[in-house]
């Protein structure tokens, strides 16, 4: 065999290993209204296809990542855009513009942030409340590599409903009703302590501990960040070579706009506790079992074309 096949036969493999782990994420908006997704990769990662759309109820939108990608995806609500893409929204807004282009989500917003891993690295995922709330907000990855299953998580609950008034953003555009709570502000956002902040002498875990207001999040929705340092149940791994990112995943399925789409705020301090929130994992985990959803393209494929490959290598003809 001739000395280049060796290298162009690891050169093929090691290129095809690299391009099979890519992942997609699928963006759903199962709100009853429309909403503008925007998207922000982490330094180092390059855009993804699309910085920020229009996705009217119902839909989804696939964006394709890279290996190693790390960035942010949120929805943007209560908007309005010329024909050059450029006007504001009344939560998540990233600088008046439709393709947010770099600029990140004005607070508050619900976040999901992920970093993949390269290879067999695995990926590191959340949702994020730190700062603040607009949407309910469900990730779950499919297609796992290996077939181990993965955790789903999220905010399903909506906790504009049950925000302290010191921290609402009231909208007016009508699409959650006149004058509705449509976000839910952070206690950093709203008081801007080193203490809400985690900044100054409060810039660690040990310092850092979770507030009333914190608290509130992290009942409502508990496996999301509700502050700075919230690492130990908020943060998840796994290999998956899909992620379905679903807005308003269960508390508007099947409801369709018509005048005024969402209850008006009610005069609660707290959330529902959170047993009140487990059936929606649990039955997207049924739904979407990552250990039962079949692979676009998975392992024993990889295997197969692996064989081929160096079937085809070992025959090809000295040169």
Same mark, same amino acid.
């Given at each position: 065999?001739? *000395?280049?096949?060796?290298? $162009? ?5 090691? $290129? ?17 209204? $429309? ?10 990662? #390059? ?30 609500? &209560? ?31 619900? *976040? ?28 779950? #990855?499919? &297609?796992?590599? &290996? ?26 555009? &009508? ?46 929705? #508990? ?40 209850? #008006? ?52 003809? *000295?040169?």
């Amino acid at each position: 065999m001739s *000395l280049w096949k060796f290298p $162009t036969f690891f050169l093929v493999m090691f $290129t095809f290993f690299s391009c099979s782990f890519s992942s997609i994420f699928t963006i759903t908006n199962n709100c009853p209204y $429309t909403i503008w997704p925007g998207t922000l990769s982490g330094a180092g990662s #390059p855009s993804l296809a699309t910085t920020g759309f229009r996705l009217d109820p119902g839909l989804s939108v696939k964006l394709t990542s890279v290996p190693g990608w790390s960035g942010r995806i949120w929805a943007r609500t &209560g908007c309005t855009f010329d024909a050059t893409g450029t006007g504001k929204c009344q939560t998540g807004d990233c600088g008046g513009r439709l393709e947010c282009d770099g600029n990140g989500a004005a607070p508050p917003t619900s *976040l999901f942030e992920i970093t993949l891993g390269k290879g067999t690295d695995q990926d590191y995922y959340d949702v994020s409340m730190v700062d603040g709330y607009n949407l309910p907000l469900l990730a779950q #990855p499919r &297609g796992v590599y &290996g077939g181990a299953a993965c955790n789903a998580t999220g905010c399903v609950t909506d906790i504009n409903r049950g925000c302290p008034k010191e921290l609402q953003v009231v909208g007016g555009d &009508g699409y959650q009703g006149e004058g509705g709570v449509v976000g839910c502000r952070s206690a950093c956002e709203a008081f801007g302590s080193d203490q809400y902040c985690c900044s100054g002498a409060f810039a660690n875990p040990t310092t850092c501990q979770p507030s009333y207001y914190s608290t509130i999040f992290k009942r409502a929705c #508990p496996r999301a960040y509700s502050y700075a340092f919230d690492d130990g149940t908020s943060t998840f791994t796994c290999k998956a070579y899909e992620y379905d990112i679903v807005f308003c995943p269960s508390s508007y399925r099947n409801k369709k706009p018509k005048g005024t789409v969402l209850p #008006p705020p009610i005069s609660i301090t707290v959330p529902p506790p959170p047993q009140s929130i487990t059936e929606p994992y649990e039955k997207f985990q049924q739904d979407n079992s990552s250990s039962n959803a079949p692979l676009s393209f998975g392992v024993p494929t990889f295997l197969l074309v692996t064989m081929l490959l160096a079937i085809l290598a070992m025959t090809q003809p *000295l040169m």
